[in-house]
Structure formats: structure tokens, C-alpha cells
């Protein structure tokens, strides 16, 4: 299919596309990498009568160290970018060991960060680890900007925090505590497939190596991303030991994800696959939070 008939423009500055937005506000889409909006928009599901390409705004392409040791990532970073610098890897390896599961090589040379989190697919993995990171998100609008928790910003299947005449326009991760371990697992019927379920892990230990903070956050498992607080707080305070992991693995599962069944996996299977992958996540992290490859 084609996509409906549209007005097109790209705007040369970040200040030229906010006035776009504010004067055509609910009729208007941006265009970032395109890699979700234009298969969308072939297919009809989308139609709208003004697409705002950004491509050209460099402002939003950027990944530098922050001031208080964490990152900042502008909208515009191509996921690929994300895979390879070095910078990420040092600072938020959570990120840096994920990002290759996003799609393929070609999805990734043109999708962005900013766009994938704007999208807000509850399959994809970088709202996921957003929510894991404990990312802000800057939202920018003509005269004004505001910072949202990314915990807050996924509002539902597709939907976000961000009004019409907004731009996401930057992230903020902050560094990781000290005797921080992470991972990222996810099962798919291919790689590059979306994933049937995937997990990001942290655990962060205390001076006598019992866990002082868990945070574990899934994707595919509900309308977006997932975190299962109350498990994580069932490690607090304990050694990452088989029966706990099996606890904390058994309450997310059971208690705090609706995942949806599909072709591929019923909803109860996805239970089965969450519970194996947050074995498995545990158990790395704490082991790189133990041997020295955590965060210093």
C-alpha cells in the first residue's frame, strides 16, 4: 500500500520545526529514521496531513559525557551510533549490550533514539531500558521545555507523555551506583524478530555482597514497558541466591505482567519464558556486580 496524501517539510533548525508544530499542532508527525512511522503510515494506520522530517536538525545528534558522570543523548542518535561508541559502553553498558538486538544492521543505521522512544512500542527494547536506566527525557516546545521521568512518559500501547506540539529533544541517563551489575536478555523466533519477551536487569550490591538494589524491567509483557517493583524489593537486602531469584522470578511473572498471546507464544507461555529470562538476567548481573566489571 501507499500512504495517504500528505504535506512534507524539514525544517533547517530545531527553533523553525517547534514553530511547525506550533501552528499545526495534531495534524502534524515528525519524521526521525522512519524505520516505524513510514510502514505505519504505507499501511494506513497513520494519516497525517503534515510530516515534519528533522533529519537536518544536527542540535539533536549527540552523545556526551553529563556533569554528574551519566549521559546525554540527543533525540537524533542513530541506534547504531549507540552500538558503537565507546562512551556508551563505558558509562551505560546496559544500553551498549542491548542496542544489537534492535532489528538489524539497516534498521539500526537509520532508526533513532529518540524515535523509538517516541514511538513507544511495548516490543521494543529501548523504552525498556529507558525505564531501567531511570532515563529524563527533555520535551521541547516553542518557548518552553519540561523534563519527564521515563517511567512516566510511557502512558499505554503507542501512547506517551509527549503533546502535539512537542519534540523529544534530548536524554539523560544517569551513571550507575557503584557495585552495579547489568543485563539484557531477550527471546525471539529470530534474531531481529520482535522479541517475545526481553528483560533489562540491574543489581547493585552492598560492601558485604548482598543485593542493596534490584531493578527489573520487561518488554513484550504488557501495553509498555513493565517493571516488577515488588520483586525486585524481595532481593533487597538478600544474597542473589537460587531460592531468591526463583522468588523474585516467580512474583514478576505471576503478579506484575499481563502480556498479551499471539501467534508465536499464549500469554501463559510468555509467563514461562519472563520467569526463565529473569533467572538468567539475575544471575549475570550479579555476578559482573561481583567480579569487578560493574560500574566503579
Not at 544500553?95 to 522512544?117: D, K
Not at 513507544?120 to 527533555?138: C, K, Q, S, T
Request: include cysteine.
Amino acid at each position: 500500500m501507499k500512504p495517504a496524501p500528505f504535506d512534507y517539510q524539514a525544517p533547517a533548525s530545531l527553533e523553525a520545526a517547534l514553530d511547525v508544530l506550533a501552528r499545526h499542532g495534531g495534524e502534524a508527525k515528525i519524521l526521525a529514521g522512519g524505520q516505524s512511522l513510514i510502514p505505519v503510515m504505507n499501511f494506513r494506520l497513520a494519516e497525517p496531513a503534515l510530516l515534519v522530517d528533522i533529519n537536518k536538525l544536527a542540535e539533536l545528534d549527540f552523545i556526551r559525557r553529563a556533569e554528574d558522570g551519566g549521559l546525554r543523548i540527543g533525540a537524533l542518535t542513530r541506534q547504531r551510533r549507540l552500538e558503537r561508541d565507546p562512551l556508551v559502553a563505558a558509562v551505560a553498558p546496559l544500553l551498549h549490550e542491548a542496542v544489537p538486538f534492535i532489528a538489524h544492521p539497516q534498521i539500526r543505521n537509520r532508526g533513532t533514539f529518540g524515535g523509538s522512544l517516541a514511538h513507544a512500542d511495548p516490543a521494543a527494547e529501548l523504552p525498556a531500558l529507558a525505564v531501567a536506566l531511570r532515563a529524563r527525557l527533555r520535551l521541547q516546545r516553542a518557548g518552553s521545555d519540561r523534563w519527564v521521568e521515563a517511567g512516566d512518559f510511557f502512558a499505554g500501547l503507542f501512547a506517551t507523555a509527549l503533546e502535539p506540539d512537542e519534540i523529544l529533544a534530548e536524554v539523560a541517563i544517569p551513571p550507575l551506583p557503584p557495585r552495579t551489575g547489568w543485563a539484557f536478555l531477550e527471546i525471539a523466533r529470530r534474531h531481529g524478530d520482535y522479541a517475545q519477551v526481553g528483560i533489562a536487569a540491574l543489581v547493585t550490591l552492598d560492601e558485604a555482597g548482598r543485593c542493596r538494589e534490584a531493578r527489573l524491567v520487561y518488554l513484550s509483557v504488557g501495553d509498555r514497558p513493565v517493571e516488577a517493583r515488588q520483586a525486585a524489593r524481595l532481593l533487597a537486602g538478600e544474597e542473589i541466591s537460587p531460592p531468591a531469584i526463583a522468588a523474585a522470578a516467580e512474583k514478576a511473572s505471576r503478579d506484575e505482567m499481563s502480556p498479551f498471546g499471539d501467534v508465536h507464544a499464549t500469554a501463559e507461555f510468555k509467563r514461562h519464558l519472563a520467569r526463565v529470562l529473569t533467572g538468567r538476567a539475575l544471575r549475570r548481573a550479579a555476578e559482573r556486580a561481583r567480579d569487578g566489571r560493574a560500574a566503579a
